[in-house]
């Protein structure tokens, strides 16, 4: 058996939690993150985000990964590694499993946007809880247009006037990323789930793991 390697974390922080991510997306999550981890992230934690090598974006394939990531390297008592997922078009028996196989280790944490990850951006510029009920049902439903643009995407580039989920500000949305964290917060009526039943996203939970903060009494300094 290959041994285990020691993960390289920061420079000059003794024991930087690790904080890895993988994600279906091979691109919006990755913007968002990154620019997370150069704004955001508290001092003394080392956020890692895994690029996809191939096409195959299945919630399976996202636990594969990880898998693989803590097969090569030694995991710390408090490391945490989440698997980013859209609940969109797969099937709740592929979900249930990927999401007990989370459950099972104590360093999985199995994060769903349902439903998909644009949710979480579409938070930070407004709230959906005012949305009327036309509206949200056209937002859970998230389908695309004649032109082949979802509902999330068309209504991210009516809103930043300029969208598409490998080409978008990141920065942009990092101000308001507390206000975004509030309301996923309050929308996730039911934690214990397993994953969102309706309209939510769990993603503010691995960014109270980045930031540190969570609770709104704290501000965020952007020049």
Request: hydrophobic letters at 35%; glycine letters at 2%; a neutral charge.
């Amino acid at each position: 058996m290959r041994k285990r390697k020691d993960f390289v974390r920061l420079e000059g922080v003794r024991s930087a939690r690790l904080v890895v991510i993988a994600s279906e997306g091979r691109c919006t999550e990755s913007i968002y993150f990154s620019a997370v981890k150069d704004k955001l992230r508290a001092p003394n934690v080392h956020v890692e985000i895994l690029s996809r090598d191939s096409n195959e974006s299945s919630p399976e394939s996202v636990h594969a990964q990880i898998a693989d990531f803590m097969r090569q390297y030694n995991i710390e008592d408090d490391d945490e590694l989440w698997l980013v997922i859209d609940r969109d078009r797969w099937h709740e028996r592929m979900l249930s499993q990927v999401a007990q196989l989370c459950a099972q280790n104590p360093h999985l944490n199995f994060c769903m946007s349902n439903p998909c990850f644009e949710l979480w951006l579409l938070l930070h510029l407004e709230d959906v809880r005012e949305y009327d009920a036309e509206t949200s049902s056209a937002l859970a439903a998230n389908q695309k247009n004649k032109a082949g643009v979802t509902w999330l995407k068309k209504r991210m580039r009516d809103l930043l006037g300029s969208y598409s989920e490998s080409n978008y500000d990141a920065s942009r949305l990092l101000p308001n990323t507390l206000t975004a964290m509030k309301i996923a917060r309050e929308l996730d009526v039911n934690p214990a789930d397993r994953w969102p039943q309706t309209i939510g996203t769990r993603v503010y939970k691995l960014m109270e793991s980045i930031t540190g903060l969570n609770d709104d009494k704290y501000k965020l300094n952007f020049p």
